[in-house]
């Protein structure tokens, strides 16, 4: 296939415009898949199970498919992207291969949060955008005025904008058309030296890593010697082909095509993101390649028998196979035993990961409330603290810690303007500053659309904040957030203790002006699920030597073995034996003991 008659793209939307249905309906129009009747969304790009549950994309899929325009043939390569905040990185990835993206706006709910992430990330890479609006067959459907967005917001000339239905298949064959007239084809030299840029990988356990491919210069077959300009390792292709939209094996791929290769790769860390391949004994300038992905938020994961060890073990390091994206830690813990400490990008990333491991590996995990990396400045040096149990106990600028600092992100949210107020207050509750916003709309009958832009500590929003984002605007807010560094904040170090004795697992870093809203909850919980002892037992939240909150659990009463009178000797030892075996399953904190389950009701609530 020459150069000319290829185009690369993507699809970039908000979650839920319609980007997997409207990949499904191009798959099928171009006979790459059979049109089924019986199941109209059949979502082909979307594989795995938590993805089809929420019906999201997690990981990016790739497919290959040819089209016919008067009498020539097209091959046209989609990339799909993720449609969530937490994954713009494999975002970025997939838009390097591609020289244009639909940008696929819902024509009801109008442009998103996410709709100006992804059309930013597009346009810095110099990718031509052809606007659509999709699901124009809903009757709420108000296009003339999601135009005015497009065009306010983007800067897009309304009569661009293509009017579809992935639904119905309206407008399919224009899309289409677009694709092959507006994107620029890919540029690249057959006779070049080859260059190969590697942007997405897998792991088959009989071939070793599977690597996806765009090729910008040169010819790769199957036998050629190739070489990373990484890691200077060598390797043999055993096999290559196109995603059409499963592998298809092909004799040869060209400049411009996008595919699928086999060599020899054992090891998944070999395969670098955004590393060049070249034929070994050529010299090529490497491509630019990608910041490595930066875990942001970090949850211990214990299995909750301990005998489960070697299996949590075994499935996480499967999983992080396919989800190089984890970071991943042994780490161990008083209270819960043999764990992983694992980095993620975002927390919806780490319910997702978290999902498939109890999915695809039945594995029975308790996972410790998420921290974000702080950093701890000391006067000669400066440590990353992702564990709360490794954070200074007392920060004092006398003593020899200098001060902490916090991840920032610069955080916007869009939402129709009766909301506004509400998320301000949303907002500041999670101590926002810089707090700013800008009507989308300056004319028009119903609401007007508010976009507020503010930074927020990110270790505020990695809990709750999305939920209580879309429940107090009625689900009409739309949120996303980038980077914004770090800044020094006034942290502390919350310990829980039991019987005067602290409890590793449950360490938090909360931020001054919560501290004692948070440790009267947890101490009133933690009330709540220890089970009485045959003592008193005070609980406390403690920061530094300072006593935030306690409570007391009283004694229990009833002597087990007060019943029993003296002379049966036998009958009170065998009800001992019988206790020790219930022990067994008990931790013992403080000379307090606590059944696994009390540890996994008050993480599970966090
Ligand atoms: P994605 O998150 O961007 O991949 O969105 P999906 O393709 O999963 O679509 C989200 C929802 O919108 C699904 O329930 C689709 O059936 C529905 N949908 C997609 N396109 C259309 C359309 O053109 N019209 C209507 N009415 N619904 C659509
Ligand atoms: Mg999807």
């Not at 949850?299 to 075994?314: K, T």
């Not at 610069?410 to 500053?433: D, N, Q, T, W």
């Not at 697992?505 to 440790?519: D, F, M, N, P, W």
């Amino acid at each position: 296939f020459p150069c000319h008659k290829i185009r690369n793209f993507s699809i970039i939307a908000h979650i839920d415009h319609g980007k997997s249905t409207l990949a499904d309906r191009l798959l099928e129009m171009t006979g790459t898949i059979k049109t089924d009747s019986r199941s109209v969304n059949q979502q082909v790009l979307d594989k795995l199970k938590v993805e089809r549950e929420r019906g999201i994309t997690v990981k990016a899929q790739t497919a290959s498919m040819f089209y016919q325009q008067n009498e020539l043939r097209f091959l046209l390569n989609l990339i799909d992207t993720p449609g969530h905040v937490d994954f713009s990185w494999e975002v970025s990835r997939s838009l390097a291969a591609c020289q244009g993206a639909l940008l696929l706006v819902d024509a009801s709910r109008g442009v998103q949060a996410q709709s100006l992430s992804v059309f930013h990330a597009a346009r810095e890479r110099g990718l031509t955008i052809i606007p659509i609006l999709n699901k124009v067959d809903l009757s709420t459907a108000q296009p003339d005025r999601v135009k005015a967005q497009m065009h306010s917001i983007f800067g897009i000339d309304p009569t661009d904008v293509l009017h579809i239905s992935a639904k119905t298949g309206e407008g399919i064959s224009g899309v289409l058309r677009a694709i092959v007239e507006r994107i620029p084809p890919p540029s690249g030299e057959i006779t070049g030296r080859l260059k190969a840029f590697l942007f997405d990988s897998s792991y088959d356990r009989y071939r070793g890593v599977i690597s996806l491919v765009s090729i910008q210069d040169g010819v790769l077959r199957k036998g050629d010697k190739i070489a990373s300009c990484h890691t200077r390792k060598k390797y043999e292709i055993t096999e290559l082909g196109i995603m059409h939209p499963e592998e298809v094996p092909t004799a040869q791929l060209l400049p411009g095509q996008v595919g699928y290769i086999a060599c020899n790769m054992r090891q998944s860390s070999e395969a670098h993101i955004g590393d060049t391949l070249h034929r070994v004994g050529d010299a090529v300038e490497p491509m630019p390649g990608f910041q490595p992905a930066k875990a942001m938020v970090f949850a211990g994961i214990y299995p909750l028998e301990s005998s489960d060890f070697p299996n949590l073990e075994e499935s996480i390091k499967r999983l992080t196979l396919t989800d190089r994206s984890v970071a991943v830690q042994r780490e161990s813990s008083v209270a819960l035993g043999q764990g992983y400490r694992l980095g993620f990008l975002g927390s919806l990333h780490m319910d997702v990961f978290r999902q498939r491991l109890e999915d695809e590996y039945d594995a029975n995990i308790v996972v410790t409330a998420p921290t974000v990396p702080y950093k701890v400045v000391y006067k000669d040096r400066t440590v990353m603290v992702s564990n709360p149990t490794d954070f200074p106990d007392v920060v004092d600028t006398s003593a020899h810690v200098c001060e902490v600092q916090e991840p920032i992100v610069k955080a916007s949210i869009i939402v129709p303007e009766e909301y506004l107020g509400e998320m301000m207050v949303l907002c500041f509750e999670h101590r926002a500053e810089d707090v700013d916003h800008q009507y989308l709309e300056t004319s028009g009958e119903g609401s007007n659309r508010a976009m507020l832009t503010c930074t927020l500590p990110l270790s505020e929003i990695v809990a709750h904040f999305f939920d209580k984002l879309k429940s107090r605007s009625s689900g009409f807010a739309s949120f996303d957030y980038d980077d914004a560094g770090y800044k020094q904040s006034s942290l502390v170090k919350m310990m829980f203790l039991l019987n005067n004795k602290p409890v590793d697992a449950l360490a938090l870093i909360v931020h001054r002006s919560a501290e004692q809203r948070t440790g009267r909850v947890w101490v009133k919980k933690l009330h709540k699920v220890i089970p009485r002892q045959l003592f008193e037992v005070p609980i406390q939240a403690v920061v530094g030597k300072r006593v935030i909150a306690r409570e007391t659990l009283s004694a229990l009463r009833a002597d087990v073995t007060a019943g029993l009178y003296g002379g049966h000797y036998e009958r009170k030892m065998k009800h001992l034996e019988n206790q020790k075996e219930a022990k067994r399953k008990l931790k013992r904190i403080g000379r307090v003991d606590l059944p696994q389950e009390a540890f996994f009701d008050i993480l599970s609530t966090r």
